[in-house]
C-alpha cells in the first residue's frame, strides 16, 4: 500500500506499506550486492546506520551461490538476516554490462557468466522466478537497459521488447505469487521505463506501462553517461505519465544534488553504488561537500570526518585514525567510511522528509543542491 | 601489581592489575599491528569478542603513521579508542623479519623500512621512546630474535648484548616514565627471555634478568621454527627461574592446543597471528576442532560456524551465508570469520580460567589438548 502524505511542488513526502516494513519516503536504498554491503557490513550495522530498503542483485546471486541456494536457506531475508523491505533488481542490467557474449532475442538473453563462463539463459520468466527464489519484497521488471547515446529505431524496437517483456513479467509473477511453495507469496512487481533520452519514446513507454496497474514505477536507463541535465530533462518529462499513487524509483541514482533534483520532480526512491564506492577510496560526504582523507592535510586532525555526522563513525573515531588505516591498507578503514557515507545518504533523506514535513524543502534544495556535491 | 590468585600443578590463575584495567590470567591478547585488527574490527568490536589486551606492533607504528603522529593525537588509546590495556611489542622481531639491509652494533639495530625503504636506526632507548609516544600498558623490552636452529656460540653472544640492551631499556623507561610529557607515567616494561633453544643458555639468560625486577618476563624466540616439543621443553627449564610473583608472557605462541601446554607450564599470557589469519581464508576453530569453510559440504549448511558458540557471528549467521560471503570475496566474510576466531580464543582463556577455579584443569587438558588442534 502507498499513501501520498504531502506534496510541495512536484516533490512528494509518501509511506510505503510493505510485508517487511513501512518505507517513509524519499528514501534511499543501500546496495547489498551479493547479499551483502561491501566494506564488510553486515545486516546489523545497516539498521545502525538507518537503511531503510536493502537492495540485491539478481544476476549476482543467480550466478553466485545459486537462487536455489538462498531458496533452500529460505530465502533472502533469513540468508543475510536483513529483516527489512528489500528490493532485488532483475538482472538485466547486470547482463547488459557484465555478462559477455549476450545474443537478445524475443524470449530473452543468452550470455555467459562473468564468474566462470558458464551459459545461462535469462528471460522475464527467468527474471521473475530467481527473484521468486530469494523471496524479495519488490521484484523489478525484466528490461533492456539501452545505453546513452542510442540510434533512436534501436532504442524504440528495444522499448517494445522490454514492453512484451513486461507483460510476460507481470503473468509470471502472478503465478509465482499463488504456489504454496513461495517464500514471499506478497511480492510486488515494479515496471521500468525506457526510452534512452528521446522524450517521445519515454512518455509513450511511461502511458503504456501505467494502464498495467504495477505495484510501482522505475525509471531505468538514466545515469548511464548522458548528462545530467538530460537527465533531469526525462525525469520531467515522463513524471506526469506515472501513477501518483504509486511509488516512483530512480535507478542508479546518484549524488546527492542529483537525488535532492529527482526528489523536486517527484521520485520517491533511489539507490546507487556511489556512496559505498566513494567511501572505499576515502572520499566522504559532509555537510560541507565532499572531502578525500588521503589528503596529508588529515594526517594529525583530531576532528570527526563530519562534526556535524552523528553516525558510528564520527561519533567515535578521527580523521587521523581512518587515514592512517586507509594508508595501513586495513579493511577496517574501508568499514568506518562506508558506514559513514551509507548514513550520509540515509541521513540526507531524512532531513529531505523532515523539510518536506515542515514545508522548508525550496529552502533546503537551495542550500544543498549544489554544496553537498562539491568537493572541498 | 599481579596476585597470584591459586594454582593447580605448575597452573596459575592470576590477576594482573594494571592503570587500564585488571586482566584476568591466563590470557591471550588479541594482535591489531597497526592499531587495528586486520578483518575490519574496531576497539568496540574487540569489546564484544571478550578481549581483555589488545597487542600492537611498535615497529608498525613507528613506520606508519609514525609514532609522534599517534603521539600528537593523545596515544594509542585515543587513537584507535580502545581503552584497556595494550601490550606494544619492541619492535625488535619485525626488525628482523621484515626491514631489509639490517646492521646489528652493539648500539642498536639499523635496517631499512619495508614500506619506504627509509633508513633507520633503532636500539633500546629508541624503542622505549617510541613505545612511550604510544602510551602502551606494557612496554616490550629491545632484544634480538635469534631464528631457530641456530649456532650456539652466536646465541650466547646474542644473549649477551640483548641482556646489556635490556639494562639500557630499564634506564630509559625509567627516565621517559618520570617525564611530564609522558601519556603512560606508569608505563611497565617486562623483560624477553632469549638463548634459542639451548637449556644452558636460557636458563642463564633468565636467572640474570630476574635479578632485574622487571614488571614482567617473557619467553621469546619461540614459535620461530622449531618443533613443539622443543618449544614445551623449554618452557618448563625455564620456568623454574622466573619470578613467580610476576606475569609471564610466551611470545606469539599459538594453536590452542599449544596454549593450554603453555598454561599447564606456569604461562599466563599469550599472543599470536594465528586465529585472525587462519580465519580470513576460513580456517575456524571450533569446540570439536578445526573446519574449512571453503568446503562444498557447507554450501547449505544452516547451522552456525561453532553451534555450540555465543560469538555475534555465530548468534546470527549460518556456514551457508559465510561461505557464500568467501566465494564472493565479500570482506564481510573475513570479519565474521575474524570476530568469531578470537572469541574462541578468549572463550577458551575463560574456559580455562573457569577449570583452574573449580579444580578441573586437569581434565580440560585431557579433553581439549589434542581435540582442539584437529582438522575436521
Request: net charge neutral.
Amino acid at each position: 500500500m502507498f499513501k501520498v502524505l504531502l506534496k510541495q511542488g512536484n516533490a512528494r513526502r509518501c509511506e510505503f506499506i510493505t510485508v517487511h516494513g513501512t518505507i517513509q519516503t524519499p528514501a534511499f536504498m543501500n546496495v547489498a550486492t551479493s547479499a551483502a554491503i561491501k566494506g564488510a557490513l553486515s545486516a546489523f550495522d545497516l539498521k545502525e546506520i538507518g537503511c531503510q530498503v536493502m537492495l540485491s542483485n539478481t544476476y549476482h546471486l543467480h550466478v553466485r551461490p545459486g537462487d536455489d541456494v538462498i531458496y533452500d536457506m529460505g530465502g533472502l531475508h533469513k540468508f543475510s538476516r536483513w529483516d527489512g523491505p528489500i528490493l532485488t533488481d532483475s538482472g538485466g542490467f547486470q547482463v547488459f554490462s557484465l555478462a559477455s557474449l549476450r545474443k537478445i532475442k524475443e524470449e530473452g538473453v543468452s550470455f555467459n557468466s562473468h564468474v566462470d563462463g558458464r551459459h545461462i539463459f535469462m528471460g522475464p520468466e527467468e527474471s521473475m522466478q530467481i527473484q521468486s527464489h530469494l523471496g524479495s519484497t519488490v521484484a523489478m521488471a525484466f528490461d533492456e537497459c539501452v545505453e546513452n547515446p542510442a540510434k533512436y529505431e534501436y532504442a524504440k524496437e528495444s522499448c517494445g521488447r522490454t514492453e512484451r517483456w513486461l507483460e510476460r513479467c507481470k503473468t509470471e509473477m502472478t503465478r509465482l505469487n499463488s504456489l504454496d511453495s513461495a517464500i514471499n507469496k506478497k511480492q510486488l512487481l515494479f515496471g521500468i521505463n525506457q526510452g534512452a533520452t528521446y522524450e517521445d519514446l519515454r512518455i509513450a513507454n511511461m502511458k503504456k506501462i501505467a494502464e498495467m496497474n504495477l505495484d510501482g514505477y522505475a525509471i531505468g536507463g538514466l545515469a548511464v553517461g548522458e548528462p545530467k541535465e538530460v537527465m533531469y530533462k526525462i525525469i520531467s518529462a515522463v513524471e506526469p505519465y506515472m501513477p501518483a499513487e504509486k511509488p516512483r524509483y530512480l535507478m542508479g541514482v546518484g549524488t546527492p544534488g542529483n537525488i535532492i533534483e529527482g526528489v523536486s520532480r517527484g521520485v520517491d526512491l533511489f539507490d546507487c553504488v556511489m556512496p559505498s564506492r566513494n567511501a572505499r577510496h576515502g572520499h566522504l560526504n559532509t555537510s560541507k561537500g565532499i572531502i578525500n582523507l588521503n589528503n596529508q592535510k588529515y594526517e594529525r586532525d583530531p576532528l570527526p570526518i563530519d562534526p556535524e555526522c552523528d553516525c558510528p563513525t564520527c561519533k567515535n573515531f578521527s580523521r587521523s585514525y581512518i587515514r592512517h588505516l586507509f594508508k595501513s591498507k586495513e579493511m577496517l578503514a574501508m568499514r568506518l567510511c562506508v558506514m559513514h557515507n551509507l548514513y550520509f545518504y540515509n541521513n540526507l533523506m531524512l532531513r529531505i522528509r523532515n523539510s518536506l514535513e515542515e514545508g522548508s524543502f525550496d529552502r533546503f534544495y537551495n542550500e544543498n543542491v549544489e554544496l553537498l556535491d562539491k568537493r572541498i
